[in-house]
């Protein structure tokens, strides 16, 4: 054991009565052991596939709801411009006329409320989202 790399405190902790639950091995002892095989002779290599696989299918997973939540902000983005096509000219309107008109005119506006209500419900709550 190669005590002379190790600070003096460290003597203390090197008795062979100290352990941790496993031993070191020998080259010799190493070399014995073949690649593959686990120390009780189940093939490793079995669960190194299924493990590959795994590991794939999440890939593939994780692309797939990247593109999916690209292509939902593009809907959302969409949809959103679609509303504020739908709500800033009203607002516009409304504003431009501000100071000079304080009466707004605007008969049968019952029918128009409801179809614009509408397309902005169509837009908000689609059958896409």
Do not use: C
């Not at 009565?17 to 080259?27: N, S």
């Not at 299924?50 to 969409?78: P, V």
């Amino acid at each position: 054991m190669p005590t002379d790399t190790l600070p003096d405190f460290m003597s203390d902790f090197m008795g062979d009565d100290i352990a941790f639950g496993f031993e070191t091995l020998t080259e010799a002892e190493a070399a014995t052991i073949s690649d593959g095989i686990s120390d009780d002779g189940t093939d490793l290599s079995e669960i190194e596939n299924k493990l590959d696989a795994i590991i794939s299918n999440q890939a593939e997973t994780d692309q797939h709801q990247q593109d999916m939540e690209t292509e939902l902000e593009k809907q959302i983005t969409e949809r959103m411009a679609g509303v504020e096509k739908l709500i800033l000219p009203f607002l516009y309107k409304l504003y431009k006329n501000a100071d000079n008109t304080p009466i707004i005119k605007w008969p049968n506006r019952g029918p128009q409320i409801i179809e614009h209500i509408n397309k902005i419900v169509a837009l908000t709550r689609g059958p896409q989202l």
